[in-house]
């Protein structure tokens, strides 16, 4: 399974835009570029998912470099509910397993 | 978006005895579900894979006769933890997938907390 790699924490400022690096060296051509985010005590949840091209929808944006060996997650204006451990996760076609790595925790600060 | 849900939220049971977790998907049929097991400060840690109608999956290290997985219907998958002793208490998530193509999402349950005492 294709490896993901995240710094632990990143901090924000409120308000501010975050971007959230991921790096993923061994991407195959087939593997989607999927981000969840936990909240302490709660299940993952859906943020966005791409393949090649860069994708927007209401919670963020995907970057997506042109080699796919890395990607970033874009908040647009960080909110103290965006606090939270975000995952970069790859799966590949015909397996569908999510292989989580440490994530990265997001601090907002007021 | 889809939801799942799990029941119950949070259990506590003696050392020895065995709980069922029920994982279920609310408004879609889910072909494909997932346990996963989470400790306090650590990741998600991915248990077995089932699907419908199917024997489960296991992941390498999961003890397939302490962790019952049963995906009878599309909409419902229960983990039981059978014999269960302290080192079992930990955060159950389940997830769920309505599809095969990779462009479907996994929809994550809000988890169980299981406390053996």
């Known amino acids: 399974d294709a490896k993901t790699t995240q710094p632990n924490s990143m901090e924000s400022n409120e308000e501010e835009p975050v971007h959230l690096p991921c790096n993923h060296s061994t991407i195959s051509g087939t593997d989607y570029i999927h981000w969840y985010r936990q909240l302490p005590s709660q299940g993952p949840e859906y943020v966005i998912h791409?393949?090649?091209s860069n994708v927007n929808n209401r919670m963020a944006s995907l970057a997506i470099a042109e080699d796919r060996k890395s990607s970033t997650l874009i908040l647009h204006r960080a909110t103290l509910r965006d606090a939270a451990v975000y995952y970069c996760?790859?799966?590949?076609?015909?397996?569908?397993?999510?292989?989580f790595g440490t994530g990265t925790r997001l601090k907002v600060l007021a | 978006g889809a939801v799942v849900s799990q029941h119950p939220s949070w259990v506590i049971c003696k050392s020895g005895t065995s709980v069922k977790i029920e994982c279920r998907s609310l408004d879609f049929q889910a072909t494909t579900m997932f346990w996963y097991r989470q400790f306090p400060k650590q990741s998600l840690m991915l248990m077995a894979t089932?699907?419908?109608?199917?024997?489960?999956?296991?992941e390498q290290g999961v003890e397939k006769d302490k962790f019952l997985i049963n995906h009878a219907s599309l909409t419902l998958s229960t983990l039981t933890v059978t014999s269960a002793h302290p080192e079992d208490s930990s955060f159950y998530i389940c997830s769920a997938r309505e599809g095969l193509a990779e462009t479907y999402e996994q929809y994550f349950g809000p988890g169980t907390r299981l406390t053996v005492t």
């Open positions: 089932s699907n419908e109608g199917s024997k489960a999956t296991y």
């Open positions: 791409g393949l090649t």
């Open positions: 996760i790859l799966s590949g076609s015909g397996t569908y397993k999510y292989i």
